[in-house]
């Protein structure tokens, strides 16, 4: 099993930026693909981005696309994810979660949180107006 820790969040204005972490221990994450998620107050769980186990391969939801770049560092074995441009509704804790090693095809970044196995204990991030 993998373990997750993200890390990095905080407060920020709006227009700021902030880069979150997710430390993995267990086992790499180098073979495995990875998600990050965040959730709103009230609101359900939704994907932000997402990176397949070859790491040439990445997705964004729309309303991060061009401000938000997920990467990872194998031989940190951390995951982190750049956030530009922040705006308030980008408030949320955000997750980190992982897949099972090789699951899919190399470049499947599902985009639904039950196809995530593990999961983060999750790292809030404020925007300000």
């Known amino acids: 099993q993998v373990q997750l820790a993200e890390s990095g969040g905080g407060v920020v204005q709006a227009g700021g930026s902030l880069r979150l972490s997710c430390a993995a221990s267990?086992?790499?994450?180098?073979?495995?693909?990875m998600g990050w998620f965040r959730q709103a107050p009230g609101k359900e769980r939704e994907f932000v981005a997402g990176?397949?186990?070859?790491?040439?391969?990445?997705k964004y939801a729309d309303s991060v696309k061009g401000r938000f770049t997920i990467s990872r560092d194998s031989a940190k074995n951390t995951l982190f994810l750049q956030m530009n441009s922040l705006k308030p509704e980008d408030t949320a804790v955000y997750y980190c979660?992982?897949?099972?090693?090789?699951?899919?095809?190399?470049?499947?970044?599902?985009?639904?949180?039950?196809?995530?196995?593990?999961w983060g204990q999750g790292t809030q991030v404020t925007v300000s107006s």
């Open positions: 979660a992982a897949r099972n090693p090789y699951s899919g095809g190399f470049s499947y970044t599902p985009v639904t949180h039950d196809e995530y196995p593990y």
């Open positions: 267990g086992r790499t994450i180098s073979t495995s693909g």
């Open positions: 990176v397949g186990w070859n790491s040439a391969y990445t």
